[in-house]
């Protein structure tokens, strides 16, 4: 069984950083997709940024320039480098993974594994 456990989720003022990573357990397979999102109360759960077995990231335009995504192979732990962080950034972030490709890679509905989500907070 796939097993997704995120941590590193905090507080931290605008302008600030953070780091929130997901270790991955339970599958062996060469191809997957995964990637992060993440839901702010009242809205939509939204594709943050994805990395798939080729090394191919892909970020939505807001992570653009300030998210930097990772992937450890070694340690199976997939890393989102948050930086200039804004209050607008504040939301719960959950890792997600799919055991192939995906072809929308920022939408929910590509994935079958999640974490539970670590709570990311940007005070103004």
């Known amino acids: 069984q796939v097993q997704l456990v995120e941590s590193g989720g905090g507080s931290v003022q605008a302008g600030g950083a953070l780091r929130v990573s997901c270790v991955v357990s339970?599958?062996?397979?060469?191809?997957?997709?995964m990637a992060w999102f993440r839901q702010a109360p009242g809205k939509e759960r939204e594709g943050v940024a994805s990395?798939?077995?080729?090394?191919?990231?892909r970020y939505a335009d807001f992570a653009k320039g300030r998210f930097t995504l990772s992937k450890d192979n070694a340690e199976d732990t997939l890393y989102l480098e948050m930086n200039s962080l804004k209050p607008a950034d504040t939301a719960m972030y959950y890792c997600?993974?799919?055991?192939?490709?995906?072809?929308?890679?920022?939408?929910?509905?590509?994935?079958?594994?999640w974490g539970q989500g670590t709570q990311v907070t940007v005070s103004s």
């Open positions: 339970g599958y062996t397979g060469s191809t997957y997709c």
């Open positions: 997600a993974a799919y055991p192939g490709p995906v072809i929308n890679r920022l939408a929910t509905w590509g994935y079958n594994y």
């Open positions: 990395i798939d077995s080729h090394g191919t990231s």
